[in-house]
């Protein structure tokens, strides 16, 4: 298998498709026939490109009197692959980048071959002639090119948060996040798992964190890997697997997952009761809640009944019947960008509003259902402010029956390593730069 063909078929799913970049790669990967240097490369190329693609665009319209805006899909994805590999892979000569292009052109854009021809090579002779913009003259624009993000959403951060912390995001998130295992304790245990990973020649690390986290190195090709199949370990990064942790679930509780899929805390909470209680899974799509499923076979579960059901709409038949909700609320996924780049490209300035108001309806209802007594956690994977802090403390002073419970308190300590994981009004804030994580947020309510 050609990894720039697959590339290329990935990165049009991706770029045209809005297909997401981790399904449209295993897709690829799943037809098989790459050995390990091709598919090093494919990935390179599928997320390389897609992480730096306002970068390139730069890099591409200095040289090409047709803007990239203005060319039609082939022609442009073609060149943006190659200019990927000119501006950001040392390791692969420019005569065979240019010729590779050609025969992608060849194929996918044979009316612009003899163009995109010469726009790479003159970007190879010339690349260092590239006016990328200066930081020190105009920050955003200079934020936008280099990390490439569009200009709306670097001023959206920078309205709360500072020029630093912005950039240190921005660079965080650029870099390819830590694989983390969560160990399956229903079907085995961490030193079995541990054994056969280190058999299999991978770097392991583990956390004090999480008894059953384990962060992983050097894995190459996750799709066959038998502690997967088999239901021994779950990926989930360890932002993620916190939210379970502090919600602390215990066997034989009944407990309401609000938007669950695809299911991460849901089986991990399931792992936590000991497969003992209740657990309702809802979510409002179909083969999202099918993934549920197919998780919970693998993992050996059998207390989560999965439901299609909105998180909008309150169902009278539950209201007070849970000891423990969670609500991981649709975001703007701001905080899994370095898993998900397209996230950049795909979020719209006014879509933030209307997640907003879906988030705070979601939280609204999700509070219906607990117990007098019962917890109630909200979390999200972004780190905007609008749909995290403030909103939480919106819903503190509409509903005097809750009170803040303070994680930090709660954690009983051992966070010391990760720094100012906690807020000042106890609530989890995770960062890419700051704790290697995922950005993440986390707030937990008490109902009286």
Same mark, same amino acid.
């Given at each position: 298998?050609?990894? /720039?063909?697959?590339?290329?078929?990935?990165?049009?799913?991706?770029?045209?498709?809005?297909?997401?970049?981790?399904? !449209?790669?295993?897709?690829?990967?799943?037809?098989?026939?790459?050995?390990?240097?091709?598919?090093?490369?494919?990935?390179?190329?599928?997320?390389?490109?897609?992480?730096?693609?306002?970068?390139?665009?730069?890099?591409?319209?200095?040289?090409?009197?047709?803007?990239?805006?203005?060319?039609?899909?082939?022609?442009?994805?073609?060149?943006?692959?190659?200019?990927?590999?000119?501006?950001?892979?040392? /390791?692969?000569?420019?005569?065979?980048?240019? $010729?590779?292009?050609?025969?992608?052109?060849?194929?996918? !854009?044979?009316?612009?071959?003899?163009?995109? $021809?010469?726009?790479?090579?003159?970007?190879? /002779? @010339?690349?260092?002639?590239?006016?990328?913009?200066?930081?020190?003259?105009?920050?955003?624009?200079?934020?936008?090119?280099?990390?490439?993000?569009?200009?709306?959403?670097?001023?959206?951060?920078?309205?709360?948060?500072?020029? *630093?912390?912005?950039?240190?995001?921005?660079?965080?998130?650029?870099?390819?996040?830590?694989?983390?295992? @969560?160990?399956?304790?229903?079907?085995?245990?961490?030193?079995?798992?541990?054994?056969?990973?280190?058999?299999? *020649?991978?770097?392991?690390?583990?956390?004090?964190?999480?008894?059953?986290?384990?962060?992983?190195?050097?894995?190459? $090709?996750?799709? #066959?890997?038998?502690?997967?199949?088999?239901?021994?370990?779950?990926?989930?990064? =360890?932002?993620?697997?916190?939210?379970?942790?502090? =919600?602390?679930?215990?066997?034989?509780?009944?407990?309401?997952?609000?938007?669950?899929?695809?299911?991460?805390?849901?089986?991990?909470? !399931?792992?936590?009761?000991?497969?003992?209680? @209740?657990?309702? !899974?809802?979510?409002?799509?179909?083969?999202?809640? /099918?993934?549920?499923?197919?998780?919970? @076979?693998?993992?050996?579960?059998?207390?989560?009944?999965?439901?299609? %059901?909105?998180?909008?709409?309150?169902?009278?038949?539950?209201?007070?019947?849970? #000891?423990?909700?969670?609500? *991981?609320?649709?975001?703007?996924?701001?905080?899994?960008?370095?898993?998900?780049?397209?996230?950049?490209?795909?979020?719209?300035?006014?879509?933030?509003?209307?997640?907003? $108001?879906?988030?705070?309806?979601?939280?609204?209802?999700?509070?219906?259902?607990?117990?007098?007594?019962?917890?109630?956690?909200?979390?999200?994977?972004?780190?905007?402010?609008?749909?995290?802090?403030?909103?939480?403390?919106?819903?503190?002073?509409?509903?005097?029956?809750?009170?803040?419970?303070?994680?930090?308190?709660?954690?009983?300590?051992?966070?010391?390593?990760?720094? #100012?994981? %906690?807020?000042?009004?106890?609530?989890?804030?995770? %960062?890419?730069?700051?704790?290697?994580?995922?950005?993440?947020?986390?707030?937990?309510?008490?109902?009286?």
């Amino acid at each position: 298998m050609n990894p /720039r063909k697959g590339a290329y078929r990935v990165l049009g799913k991706v770029l045209y498709d809005e297909t997401y970049s981790n399904i !449209a790669l295993n897709e690829e990967i799943q037809k098989g026939g790459y050995n390990d240097k091709d598919l090093s490369l494919l990935t390179e190329l599928v997320y390389g490109t897609i992480e730096k693609l306002l970068t390139i665009n730069f890099g591409i319209d200095h040289f090409s009197k047709v803007k990239t805006k203005k060319m039609d899909e082939a022609t442009r994805l073609i060149l943006q692959i190659g200019a990927y590999q000119i501006l950001f892979l040392d /390791r692969i000569p420019d005569f065979a980048i240019a $010729n590779e292009a050609g025969k992608l052109a060849g194929v996918y !854009a044979k009316r612009s071959k003899g163009f995109i $021809n010469g726009v790479l090579r003159n970007m190879i /002779r @010339r690349k260092g002639e590239i006016p990328w913009p200066k930081k020190e003259k105009d920050f955003t624009e200079y934020l936008s090119v280099a990390y490439s993000y569009p200009t709306w959403l670097v001023e959206e951060l920078l309205t709360y948060y500072s020029k *630093d912390f912005t950039e240190d995001f921005m660079k965080a998130s650029s870099k390819n996040p830590p694989l983390y295992f @969560r160990v399956n304790t229903l079907k085995t245990d961490k030193e079995k798992v541990l054994e056969y990973l280190k058999k299999e *020649d991978l770097e392991v690390e583990e956390t004090e964190l999480l008894g059953e986290a384990v962060k992983v190195k050097g894995l190459k $090709n996750i799709s #066959d890997f038998y502690p997967l199949k088999e239901g021994w370990v779950h990926i989930q990064d =360890l932002s993620s697997m916190l939210a379970a942790k502090f =919600l602390d679930p215990k066997p034989g509780e009944q407990i309401m997952d609000l938007c669950s899929a695809p299911g991460g805390k849901t089986t991990h909470m !399931a792992q936590l009761m000991e497969n003992q209680g @209740r657990i309702i !899974a809802r979510d409002i799509f179909p083969h999202k809640l /099918r993934l549920i499923e197919e998780h919970s @076979r693998r993992l050996g579960i059998t207390i989560i009944e999965v439901q299609e %059901f909105s998180g909008e709409k309150l169902d009278e038949n539950l209201l007070e019947k849970a #000891d423990k909700v969670l609500v *991981d609320a649709p975001c703007s996924g701001i905080g899994v960008i370095r898993r998900k780049p397209e996230i950049k490209y795909r979020l719209k300035k006014e879509s933030l509003q209307a997640l907003q $108001n879906l988030q705070s309806s979601v939280l609204e209802n999700a509070s219906r259902y607990v117990k007098p007594g019962g917890f109630l956690m909200y979390s999200t994977c972004t780190i905007h402010p609008l749909e995290n802090h403030q909103l939480t403390e919106k819903f503190l002073k509409t509903h005097g029956d809750f009170i803040s419970v303070d994680l930090k308190e709660k954690s009983g300590g051992g966070f010391e390593d990760m720094g #100012d994981l %906690f807020t000042p009004a106890g609530e989890v804030a995770s %960062f890419p730069h700051k704790h290697q994580t995922d950005g993440f947020y986390i707030r937990m309510f008490q109902k009286k």
